[in-house]
Each structure stands twice: as structure tokens, then as C-alpha cells.
């Protein structure tokens, strides 16, 4: 059981990302998905979910208007569509997964599978 997130990158404020997080040897559609970051210095954070259940979806304040995560179960892959980016979204971001929440939650206790990160650096 493998998950990993890419997509990061290099971009300026106001830019947009995608990022991905694809899994090997289960199926995303069975589970509640969460994205995580971690800034420079910072503990980790909770900045949105899909549940498994129904789909609702969760933001924090900071990204909420700004960020979209969905999913794609013929790809087997969750999204987080990431737009009018700001400096201070500046992290390394995680995906994690549980199979046993129906409804996600922002709260790492919460997962049960981690992905290594993808770092994304908005810059000008």
C-alpha cells in the first residue's frame, strides 16, 4: 500500500498548481482523503479532506476559496487544485488516507497512510 503526491513546484504568487496523490495496491475510492502541509519551521496542518461516504469536502479558513480537492476513481488519484497562490502557502504537502473514517478529518490522528511530499515554493 503505497500513496505519493507530486505536482509541486516552483511558482509565483497569484500562480496556480495541481497536485496529485495517487495510490498503489488499493483504491482511493474507499477512502477518506486528507492534504496536509508543513511550512519551514512549522508543524504540520490539516488544509482540506474528501470524505469517503458522500464526497463533502472540508477546507480551512486559509485556503477555503482558493484550493479545490476532488477525485478521480478511474485514475485512482485525489486532486488539489491550488489557485491565486501566496507566499505563505509555501510547504512541503502530504496526502494521507483511512479506509475506516467515512467522514474525513483535518486531524493527522486521523490517517492511517502517508505519502511522501511534494514541496511547493511560491516565489517571485
Known amino acids: 500500500v503505497q500513496l505519493q503526491a507530486s505536482g509541486g513546484g516552483l511558482v509565483q504568487p497569484g500562480g496556480s498548481l495541481r497536485l496529485s496523490c495517487t495510490a498503489s495496491g488499493f483504491s482511493l475510492n474507499y477512502y477518506s482523503i486528507g492534504w496536509f502541509r508543513q511550512a519551514p519551521g512549522k508543524e504540520r496542518e490539516g488544509i482540506s479532506c474528501?470524505?469517503?461516504?458522500?464526497?463533502?469536502?472540508y477546507y480551512v479558513d486559509s485556503v477555503m476559496g482558493r484550493f479545490t480537492i476532488s477525485r478521480d476513481n478511474e485514475k485512482n488519484t485525489v486532486y488539489l487544485q491550488m489557485n491565486s497562490l501566496k507566499f505563505e502557502d509555501t510547504a512541503v504537502y502530504y496526502c494521507a488516507a483511512v479506509s475506516t473514517r467515512p467522514l474525513c478529518t483535518i486531524f493527522s490522528w486521523g490517517y492511517d497512510y502517508w505519502g511522501q511530499g511534494t514541496l511547493v515554493t511560491v516565489s517571485s
Open positions: 474528501i470524505s469517503q461516504s458522500d464526497d463533502k469536502t
